[in-house]
């Protein structure tokens, strides 16, 4: 039995008839969901599902999924998440992580499909949760295997925070193959919560969605509430019942913050960071609702790692400002054993006996060693706070030049909703979103000249990634192709 299902087990035990999924039209308590996972563990035998196996799991619709995961859950099997149909189709991918079964619709029905060709080599432990691919909007994704140990020691700290609670309900925003969607499963399943999963798109127009649905505690990736903002749906006052919002998965900047505040004037906002190799989350950094927000630099802190997890901070020069910077490494319990393709582990680890001043890459990772989080940090008295990517420095003219830095100066023009700058040439291009206005261009003086945009290309919105981060790969091409076509 996995730890999913012994949390989903735990709230039919204690709370069978309150309401476990909300879906336009029909509201599922916890014995509908359960009696639902009985007759599934009937299908999943039929078709030819092996206890402890790995299975790719589609989107399914409702419901059902939260079933499905429960069910397999209960086989002690992995789930794996993938994408089919209209949005795409990896199973190549599931090939090379040994799944030979799938768990799709057909028609109205929830079935298993045999998928041939299953290789052996991957590296998945025993005792797998969930397999999930890295977002791939900056690199080619890797697939991460999350153990139930991993995910336990996640959600016995998170649970602690107090965020969800018996009674609650949980806004449903993230797709099943962003780890987001087993955070919301922690919520709700350790609490006795109840996930609303929206209509097609309702859930864009934020204070709409919250008001009629009931939502209590609210959970996305930040680009969402950025989006409801420029709709106009983030209106003063509008959503008094909230009493939590969870914000993960992109940095997290402070006109946000002040707009979701001014709109859910109750509202605490918990800010998580945490790569999926460290299973969902190992910080947090709260705000109270009437607290003052606290800056540091104008940045929102990341807050102090989990106690189930323990943090190396790795020499990395300063900003050019004074600030000492710090490659952040992990380890602990929810750090992952190490990737499905033991090739991706080159790079990501140092021995667990490192010195920080001269780090030692493994590539072989035991249970002592640290993850390199690529993250790039510095030490304030609000616990550490996020400074932008390792890989978001580059070299112009033999000058070290911060990407997100760039952004973070272009961000303050109040016309720009969110930037992304990245290196053409021996150059600086900048994407902007949000609205041009009278055509003036973005004060850059605060940055070295030989870090400011040669070019800044206004979009109206975006490209994003089924789990709402930006699409950077497909962003750039965009902007390139603009600028060689003179648009």
């Known amino acids: 039995m996995g730890y999913l299902f012994e949390l989903f087990a735990s709230c039919c035990t204690k709370t069978p008839d309150a309401p476990a999924v909300d879906v336009p039209g029909r509201v599922h308590t916890y014995r509908d969901l359960m009696d639902r996972v009985e007759?599934?563990?009937?299908?999943?035998?039929?078709?030819?599902?092996?206890?402890?196996?790995?299975?790719?799991?589609?989107?399914?619709?409702?419901?059902?999924?939260?079933?499905?995961?429960?069910?397999?859950?209960?086989?002690?099997?992995?789930?794996?998440?993938f994408y089919d149909g209209k949005e795409g189709d990896d199973r190549d991918r599931l090939r090379r992580l040994g799944v030979e079964t799938l768990v799709v619709h057909s028609g109205e029905d929830t079935v298993v499909e045999r998928i041939d060709g299953a290789l052996t080599g991957a590296h998945v432990p025993e005792g797998c949760a969930y397999v999930i691919g890295t977002s791939g909007s900056t690199a080619i994704p890797k697939n991460v295997p999350i153990s139930d140990a991993n995910l336990r020691a996640f959600a016995e700290h998170f649970q602690s925070l107090g965020v969800s609670k018996e009674g609650?309900?949980?806004?449903?925003?993230?797709?099943?193959?962003?780890?987001?969607?087993?955070?919301?499963?922690?919520?709700?399943?350790?609490?006795?919560?109840?996930?609303?999963?929206?209509?097609?798109?309702?859930?864009?127009?934020?204070?709409?969605?919250?008001?009629?649905?009931?939502?209590?505690?609210?959970?996305?990736?930040?680009?969402?509430?950025?989006?409801?903002?420029?709709?106009?749906?983030?209106?003063?006052?509008?959503?008094?019942?909230?009493?939590?919002?969870?914000?993960?998965?992109?940095?997290?900047?402070?006109?946000?913050?002040?707009?979701?505040?001014?709109?859910?004037?109750?509202?605490?906002?918990?800010?998580?960071?945490?790569?999926?190799?460290?299973?969902?989350?190992?910080?947090?950094?709260?705000?109270?609702?009437?607290?003052?927000?606290?800056?540091?630099?104008?940045?929102?802190?990341i807050g102090p790692v989990f106690p189930s997890v323990e943090s190396m901070l790795v020499p990395h020069g300063d900003d050019g400002e004074g600030v000492e910077l710090f490659e952040l490494c992990l380890r602990g319990r929810q750090r992952l054993t190490g990737y499905a393709d033991p090739a991706d582990n080159a790079g990501r680890f140092y021995a667990g006996d490192s010195d920080p001043l001269a780090p030692t890459e493994v590539t072989a990772p035991d249970e002592h060693s640290w993850y390199r989080s690529g993250d790039l940090v510095s030490r304030s008295e609000l616990g550490l706070v996020h400074r932008g990517r390792r890989t978001r420095e580059v070299k112009l003219l033999g000058r070290r030049v911060d990407l997100a830095n760039v952004e973070r100066v272009l961000g303050q023009d109040p016309r720009v909703e969110a930037a992304h700058a990245f290196v053409e040439g021996d150059v600086v291009i900048a994407a902007v979103e949000g609205k041009q206005g009278d055509g003036t261009g973005i004060d850059t003086s605060a940055l070295r000249d030989y870090a400011r945009p040669a070019e800044v290309v206004w979009v109206a919105a975006m490209p994003t990634l089924p789990n709402g981060k930006t699409d950077v790969l497909a962003l750039e091409a965009a902007v390139r192709a603009s600028l060689t076509s003179g648009a």
């Open 168 to 301: 609650d309900r949980l806004a449903q925003n993230y797709t099943t193959t962003f780890d987001g969607f087993f955070l919301m499963l922690v919520l709700a399943w350790t609490a006795g919560a109840c996930l609303v999963l929206p209509a097609r798109r309702e859930n864009l127009l934020v204070d709409t969605f919250v008001r009629e649905r009931g939502i209590t505690v609210w959970n996305s990736v930040p680009s969402q509430l950025r989006m409801a903002r420029r709709l106009g749906h983030l209106a003063e006052g509008s959503m008094p019942g909230v009493r939590v919002c969870v914000l993960a998965g992109e940095p997290l900047l402070p006109d946000l913050v002040t707009a979701w505040r001014t709109a859910a004037v109750n509202s605490a906002v918990v800010n998580l960071y945490g790569p999926s190799e460290v299973t969902i989350g190992s910080n947090t950094h709260t705000i109270e609702a009437g607290e003052p927000l606290r800056l540091v630099d104008g940045r929102i802190p």
């Open 39 to 81: 007759a599934l563990g009937a299908v999943l035998a039929d078709g030819g599902v092996r206890p402890g196996a790995r299975v790719g799991v589609a989107p399914l619709r409702g419901a059902e999924m939260y079933a499905v995961v429960a069910a397999l859950s209960r086989q002690g099997c992995a789930v794996v998440p």
